[in-house]
């Protein structure tokens, strides 16, 4: 239930969604839960407005959720629509680009009806879904066909057109698997709230290698011995590609008054403390054996 959503600690959000990505919607979906709670009594606002002013909600998914829910005549324009009505009204360009989306978003308005619009959209979607599809539509089962221009033209796939390839760039850090001399564990943190991976458990970061004698002092611990590269491993993201250098170091605790906080712990095998990145937990799963 949502209050049940809103009263769970992030750790525990974020553990169920790990593996997932996208964590900016498990932050966003607890969010709007606590919201919810706090000035709606619990209940989804049935207002459009109301509902797209809440985290992670915008015009389209405010738009499916009143219209499959409550038959309110609401367009929306998620891919599958985006592609149905780019093919049968053959709208050049990629839909990412606004005046491609602002065509789209009108020609949507446009045909989504005032009555029955539950059945119409949903229909949209699972039109979109199972039969003008990406790479392969079914245009000889698709109930639209007589009048579609993308079939017409020869080459329904030409539409909605693609979005502008870019090479991407590559982004190099370094991870700390931190031994404790005293066998406590590898020391895990939380990553901060926002930015790649927010608010995960993780191993330590730097930006290189040079700056770990800085980081281990602002921690409170002291390094036993020299740093060891343990692991190499490239994770790609949607927009570039991330170079993990994974270093091995035992430590021993200098001052435990810094170091131990509420995002800091010790991890010695077992559940992790909250939601962790796939790479992050498949690096864990490999050093637990391997370290400890």
Known sequence: TLPALAEAPADEVLAHWSGLGYYARAR?????????VEQHDGKL?????????LPGIARSTAGAILSLSLDQPHPILDGNVKRVLARHQAIEGWPGQSQVLKRL???SEQL????ATASYNQAMMDLGA????RSRPDCARC????DCQALASGDPTRFPGSKPKKPSPVRQTVMLALSRHDGA???LERRPPSGIWGGLWS????PTLAALDDWLEAAGLEAIDSPDSAARLRHTFSHFHLDIDVQALDVRVRDAVVLETDERVWYNSGPFPGGVAAPVSKILNSLVGELL
């Open 143 to 146: 109930p639209v066909a007589d």
């Open 203 to 206: 191993l330590p970061e730097i």
């Open 105 to 107: 978003w009108a020609l």
């Open 112 to 115: 989504t009806p005032m009555q």
């Open 185 to 187: 564990g590898l020391l």
């Open 130 to 133: 199972t039969l003008c599809t």
């Open 45 to 53: 606002p049935e207002d459009i407005d109301a509902l797209i002013a």
């Open 28 to 36: 966003n979906l607890h969010a709007c839960a606590k919201l919810v």
